[in-house]
């Protein structure tokens, strides 16, 4: 009998691309320590804990939307709408605040899951394309609320100080930002979600091949509808931290954050084509997009100039992404 | 013959796409143990058949009968409780999970808390690897770098997993090299053993003559017929896939057609 069923070993020399896509979290790790370092040159107060925790402060809210990112995309999904989700539930908690943060914050994390929860029955059940879905979603959504903002919800448009505190306090002398122990709490969730529970696997797999997982017996639609409703949640969890940072809400909140979420995502090695991704990853790439921000501002670039920047970075990655797997 | 029950009987099942009849009444059985080959050129109708017992297709009308009950199966979950796991020519793997991942595909282990039991999923696929395939060893890597026979093993193992009773194979070794296709019959002669009922797709009428029992013949979305292997020559299975006659129908120079 011969070997061949225990398949070929690996052949040839270890590429440069195998090397980094088998050591993501290193090369992460050291582009986001090179930005630090670069932005502390340009600015030598920011190597300071007040400099770096607003780094973080920044990162939080689109760390958490990354991770609503990362989510759909492992399915081979996306959601365009994750802006427009954020500013809706930044939106309901605003007004819901007289009647207290935790029924406040509810509310919005509530708004969050209902629309997350369409998206998912419209990609899930209607099998829309998730794009359409969610680019629509979103449109519904910003009409939806600049119509409701004259009438329903005309009442309160600033938080309440917990949410305030939760967005933009810190902690242990200043030092740590409430919002990063947020961050924390739902990345060990996520990671943990991903990795250890059945859902989990079923992303991976939905994004993978969505035929086996059909076939396997898995009812797909109840998938794509978790996932959606879980990065809804996700979502508005970050528009109300995001509410918190700046005290009050208008209808603009939310909506610069969406490339930046599909960028941190990619940027820690996330596939747009499903399948491929971990966590962990998009922490660091909403990291490096948090301290980009930084030196683009010390830099006194505006807005205009941060948005071309990221669409460039989203873009030379896709490029070197596609080229280091065609090539291992 | 005896009057035994069939494990499963397709009786008169009818599909049609459109204006198409894919599967035009068609009636087939399976005992316990015994290997029937489903076999016709393409466009046949074979795997449009065997969709209808899977779940992976519903038949628009026609009866199935599992154990001489008749059984309505609209759905993959359908198939899967009354025993009847299917490899499909696509072995349906998920490629960046690892093997005990696509061994539970949707049937995942939990433990006491409900997070995934990676271990007992992996400890359960050893064992059953250790039955078809003692030489699998990655049962940490994803299946995308193992070989085509260990990625067939890893879906034979999980319709052996859970129990199947009726094993539909697609194509099982239409992507394999002459030594995987060895080990794969190896495998259907074992399982076969065992007790199961396997339906068996295939282009390559050797590999039915090697394995099989009966042989189901069809064409254009018909059943031409079906015969008993020992009682028949490859010319004659070739008759029948080609023309549509059964053995003995064949006239002389149709036969010396058919080696042209």
């Known amino acids: 009998m011969t070997d061949a069923l225990l398949g070929p070993e ?18 992460l790790g050291s582009v986001l320590v090179l930005l630090v370092v670069v932005t502390g040159i340009i600015e030598p107060r920011y ?28 399915t081979g999904g996306i959601d365009l709408s994750v802006g427009m989700i954020a500013t809706a539930a930044a939106y309901v908690a605003a007004n819901q605040s007289p009647s207290g ?33 969610t680019l629509a979603m979103s449109a519904i959504l910003l009409g939806l609320f600049t119509a409701l903002s004259f009438t329903v919800l005309q009442g309160s448009t600033t938080v309440g100080r917990l949410i305030s505190t939760l967005g ?7 030092r740590i930002p409430y919002n990063a122990l947020v961050w924390g709490g739902v990345s060990l969730l ?77 940027i820690g090695g996330t596939s747009i084509f499903g399948g491929i991704g971990t966590y962990s990853g998009t922490i660091f790439g909403a990291l490096i997009l948090g301290v980009l921000a930084t030196m683009m501002t010390f830099l006194d670039a505006g807005q205009a100039i941060q948005q071309i920047v990221y669409g460039s970075i989203l873009l030379g990655l896709a490029w070197l992404y596609a080229r280091v797997t065609s090539s291992s | ?64 009968f599992v154990d001489g009950n008749p059984v309505t199966i609209t759905s ?54 250790a039955r078809l395939n003692p030489k699998f060893r990655n049962f940490k890597a994803a299946v995308r770098s193992l070989s085509g026979g260990q990625r067939q093993s890893v879906a034979i193992g999980r319709a052996v997993h859970f129990n199947a009773r009726i094993l539909i194979m697609d194509e099982p070794t239409a992507a394999l ?28 009428i050797h590999d039915v003559f090697d394995l099989s029992d009966r042989i189901s013949v069809m064409l254009t979305g018909k059943l031409v017929g079906t015969v008993n292997k020992e009682e028949v020559t490859k010319d004659d299975v070739l008759g029948m896939i080609i023309m549509g006659k059964l053995p003995g129908q064949i006239s002389k120079s149709e036969l010396e057609e058919l080696h042209t």
């Open chain 1, 10 to 27: 690996p052949t040839g020399r270890p590429t440069w691309g195998m090397w980094v896509s088998d050591h993501p979290q290193l090369v």
């Open chain 1, 47 to 74: 190597l300071t804990f007040s400099g770096l925790r607003n780094t973080v402060l920044l990162a939080a809210p689109l760390g958490i939307m990354a991770g609503a990112q990362t989510i759909l995309m492992l």
């Open chain 1, 101 to 133: 943060a935790a029924i406040a914050i509810t509310a919005g994390l509530l708004v969050g899951v209902a629309a997350g929860t369409v998206n998912g029955i419209g990609v899930g059940l209607f099998r829309v394309n998730p794009l359409i879905m």
């Open chain 1, 168 to 174: 933009g306090g810190s902690f242990l002398g200043n």
């Open chain 1, 190 to 266: 996520v990671i943990y979600g991903l990795r250890r529970t059945g859902l989990g696997r079923l992303l991976y797999a939905v994004g993978d091949n969505p035929t086996a997982v059909r076939l396997a017996g898995v009812r797909l639609w109840q998938v794509h509808l978790a996932a959606y409703a879980i990065a809804g949640l996700l979502a508005a969890l970050a528009g109300i931290l995001l509410a918190g940072r700046t005290g009050a809400v208008d209808l603009q909140l939310g909506v610069n954050f969406v490339l930046p979420s599909v960028a941190a995502a990619v």
């Open chain 2, 1 to 64: 013959m005896t009057e035994r029950t069939p494990l499963v009987e397709l009786r008169d099942i009818r599909v049609a796409f459109g204006g198409v009849h894919a599967v035009d009444g068609v009636t087939v059985d399976l005992f316990p143990g015994e290997v029937v080959a489903l076999v016709g050129g393409n466009g046949a109708g074979k795997s449009t058949l065997i969709k209808t017992l899977s779940g992976a297709h519903p038949a628009d009308s026609g009866e199935i």
């Open chain 2, 76 to 129: 993959p979950i359908d198939a899967k409780r009354l025993g009847i796991e299917t490899i499909y020519q696509t072995l349906a793997l998920a490629d960046n999970i690892d093997a005990p991942g696509n061994v539970f595909l949707g049937r995942e282990l939990r433990t006491r808390f409900g997070s995934l039991d990676d271990s007992a999923m992996e400890a359960a696929t050893r064992k059953v690897m």
């Open chain 2, 177 to 204: 090299g002459p030594a995987e296709t060895a080990q794969v019959g190896g495998l259907i002669r074992q399982l076969k053993e065992e007790g199961l009922g396997i339906f068996l797709i295939s282009h390559d």
